[in-house]
């Protein structure tokens, strides 16, 4: 993995120094994300530039930088807006500042599972509203990708399926008042810490928590420092596939068709992978030796009733146009 890290150093030093960022270097488009290699987020970026070279048959590639070569998570959305890079994979979390819509997506136990968030969030009346909210703030809403449900992964004992036994727990939150809200409503304690910092955040014991799917648990080698998973299904992770509006203006409408083209097939690619990676990796982290335990998903459910009920209320427009698929 790291011969490959740095061979995507070297190629950025390079575009750096001889084109302005976001140019299309011989015929290519960049594309940056945050996600290790081994993820399946970090596959799917790869299948979009597969994808592209396919559907232009071969007259048009993308360029691929994983884990935060390019750009990282908080400069993503800045980066779109300016043009300083062509595309990016960005978890919608981290896109409500410039998009407060997104922030329905953070209700716990929005989907009934991962068929309806995909035909929810792609193939809806939704879809085509967020596309004009993003467009109207300088980027292009190409699909929506997903991390899978997220889960508890712990260092404290969790022995219960009572929902109680997580009480007290420092859990990693981004900073967002939404998930402040959920972890206190189960009567833990939200800690702001950076994206890249969460493995110096749990060694120092700042945090005894994280919040993750289980791929991204296992995939960012969560198991050599915590021990217990609480299987809590309480949100699923979405991540945005993202282009810059100034790139985007700068296309052909053929060019176009086969940026579509190629997002279309990596949503429809994407999604079903996520599921069935989800359940192996939960297998494999149990192998590990990871202890895992059934939380009471219903008693969570009710603890968060009311927040979710509040964002349904908030965005009722978009959610009823969202049902609609």
């Not at 995507?8 to 290790?36: M, N, W, Y």
């Not at 990708?145 to 009572?162: E, F, H, V």
């Not at 282009?243 to 083209?261: A, F, I, K, P, V």
Request: glycine share 4%; with cysteine.
């Amino acid at each position: 993995m790291r011969t490959k890290y740095w061979r995507h150093l070297a190629c950025l030093a390079v575009l750096a120094l001889s084109t302005p960022c976001g140019a299309v270097i011989d015929g290519s488009l960049l594309l940056g994300h945050v996600f290790v290699e081994e993820s399946l987020l970090a596959e799917a970026a790869n299948e979009f530039s597969r994808q592209m070279e396919v559907a232009s048959e071969g007259q048009a590639s993308v360029s691929v930088f994983p884990e935060s070569t390019l750009c990282s998570l908080e400069e993503s959305p800045a980066k779109l807006i300016n043009g300083d890079i062509d595309f990016a994979l960005v978890p919608t979390a981290a896109l409500i500042p410039e998009i407060p819509e997104l922030e329905l997506f953070e209700a716990p136990y929005l989907f009934t599972d991962s068929n309806e968030a995909m035909q929810m969030l792609n193939f809806s009346d939704g879809f085509h509203e967020l596309s004009m909210r993003f467009s109207e703030r300088g980027m292009v809403l190409l699909g929506f990708l997903s991390a899978g449900y997220r889960q508890l992964i712990s260092s404290r004992l969790i022995t219960s399926s009572d929902v109680r036994s997580l009480q007290g727990t420092k859990v990693r939150v981004e900073d967002d008042p939404v998930h402040h809200r959920l972890f206190e409503a189960l009567g833990m304690i939200p800690v702001n810490v950076p994206f890249g910092e969460i493995k110096v955040a749990i060694s120092s014991r700042k945090i005894d928590a994280v919040e993750a799917p289980f791929s991204t648990a296992l995939a960012d080698r969560f198991y050599m420092l915590l021990s217990f998973a609480a299987r809590t299904d309480h949100m699923h992770e979405v991540v945005a596939l993202v282009m810059s509006q100034r790139r985007y203006n700068t296309l052909s409408e053929q060019e176009r068709e086969w940026m579509h083209e190629a997002a279309r097939g990596t949503v429809y690619w994407e999604w079903p992978r996520s599921v069935e990676l989800n359940e192996r990796a939960r297998g494999e982290l149990e192998r590990r030796g990871l202890n895992l335990v059934n939380i009471d998903v219903e008693g969570l459910r009710a603890l968060t009733a009311d927040m979710r009920d509040e964002l349904m209320v908030r965005f009722a427009d978009l959610y009823a146009k969202m049902s609609a698929y």
